[in-house]
């Protein structure tokens, strides 16, 4: 089994400041990770995933995060923050245990989210 | 290319009564899933499949069946709405080649049941 934490429900921020949400998780196995952004009254958008390789991820919207194996953590972090970037942001991780191996989009376990408002 | 598609947005029901939320794809994926959004749980996993013919449980499904008879479509019934099962309901194809990854998320149906 798995679990996702995400250690804050809000995060308010001010426009052009830096931002970070914090991600932590916890598996018997190796793992996939991933960072999905909700806009209100939307679905999930992608914003970046980590397979494999560097552990230093950069996404779309000049998101990026850092896969740290040793504090089992995967923060996600953008230097400037714009208004628009006003959602609620989830982190989610998907093993690579069981049938299939390789579905790793499939079956995901999601963090609570964080809240992130942007204010001018 | 429609991408994921979800029928209907909106949906009441009093409990007891059965519906099927519908669930498309136009991008050949194989993989699909359904998930419910409920506030301060981020979203759960309530059954997926690895392509047609073939489904297996999520975290969640109690209360909720599927199949997959062709590879477009993953309808999720509900036989016996509860108040409980009161959520946005969000569906997700996805396809994976080695390291390639592509996933999409339908917009949701947002469900009450009274």
């Known amino acids: 089994a798995q679990s996702v934490t995400q250690l804050d429900s809000q995060v308010p921020v001010f426009e052009e400041a830096p931002v970070e949400l914090r991600c932590n998780y916890s598996?018997?196995?190796?793992?996939?990770l991933f960072w999905y952004v909700q806009y209100p009254n939307q679905g999930l958008q992608l914003l970046l995933k980590y397979l494999s390789g560097s552990t230093l991820v950069k996404g779309i919207n000049g998101f990026e995060a850092e896969f740290n194996k040793s504090q089992t953590s995967f923060h996600l972090r953008k230097p400037s923050v714009h208004i628009s970037d006003t959602a609620e942001y989830f982190c989610a991780v998907s093993d690579l245990s069981g049938f299939p191996v390789k579905a790793a989009g499939n079956k995901l376990t999601f963090g609570g989210g964080t809240r992130v408002l942007v204010k001018p | 290319n429609a991408g994921v598609t979800q029928t209907p947005k909106f949906q009441v029901l009093k409990t007891g009564q059965s519906m099927t939320l519908q669930c498309a794809q136009d991008?050949?994926?194989?993989?699909m899933s359904w998930y419910r959004q409920d506030p301060g749980m981020g979203l759960r996993l309530i059954h997926y499949?690895?392509?047609?013919?073939?489904?297996d449980q999520g975290e969640v499904p109690n209360g909720y069946n599927v199949s997959r008879s062709t590879t477009e479509d993953f309808p999720l019934r509900l036989l016996s709405a509860a108040p409980s099962q009161t959520s946005v309901y969000f569906c997700?194809?996805?396809?994976?080649?080695?390291?390639?990854?592509?996933?999409?998320f339908g917009p949701g149906t947002r469900l009450l049941v009274l």
């Open positions: 499949s690895v392509g047609a013919g073939i489904t």
């Open positions: 598996s018997s196995v190796s793992v996939y």
């Open positions: 997700a194809s996805s396809y994976s080649r080695g390291d390639q990854e592509t996933q999409y």
């Open positions: 991008m050949n994926h194989e993989y």
